[in-house]
């Protein structure tokens, strides 16, 4: 663990214990987003920096993982403008999650946007309650859950063989 006011006050072991804390959950977060594990990494340093650098604008330090959550999710957004990703599929052995996904999974979550795919990969993989998944997105909790459930509609629309799954169910 890692000590929140030691680091806000400017602590530089409060912040190496920080990232040895968050950085593996941020580093999941961030891959679920870019579906990259380069990219991942670089956007999971890019928030520590933005927290090292903009500390003295966080108030409370038990936001502070809240803030990293935002800032991962930028990081990534901006990765994948600046590189104008549309991500290739990832074949399934070289999957970066720790469940590897199926190759029509991976392409069918590639085409959603980047805010989607946050919270799709929160909700469904890391089970983030919506209201704390507000809170890393700077959202409502009743937009977030109106835009996973948008979310979810889209992917059984890019997985036909989700649709034929679901009508077996119903």
């Not at 979550?109 to 089970?127: F, G, K, N, T, W």
């Amino acid at each position: 663990m890692f000590d929140a006011q030691a680091l806000l006050a400017g602590d530089e072991n409060a912040l190496a214990d920080a990232v040895d804390t968050l950085s593996p959950e941020l580093y999941r977060y961030a891959v679920g987003i870019v579906l990259s594990r380069m990219d991942a990494e670089d956007a999971v340093q890019t928030a520590f920096v933005a927290l090292w650098r903009h500390r003295a604008a966080v108030k409370d330090p038990a936001g502070i993982r809240a803030y990293l959550y935002r800032c991962t999710y930028r990081a990534c957004v901006d990765l994948l403008r600046k590189n104008r990703l549309f991500v290739p599929p990832v074949r399934q052995e070289e999957s970066p999650l720790s469940v590897p996904l199926s190759e029509e999974m991976t392409a069918a979550l590639s085409r959603l946007s980047p805010v989607e795919r946050a919270i799709v990969y929160e909700r469904a993989v890391m089970e983030t309650p919506y209201e704390e998944l507000a809170d890393h997105l700077g959202l409502r909790a009743d937009n977030v859950r109106k835009k996973y459930e948008r979310a979810k509609k889209k992917l059984a629309r890019f997985l036909p063989d989700m649709r034929m799954e679901e009508s077996d169910e119903g």
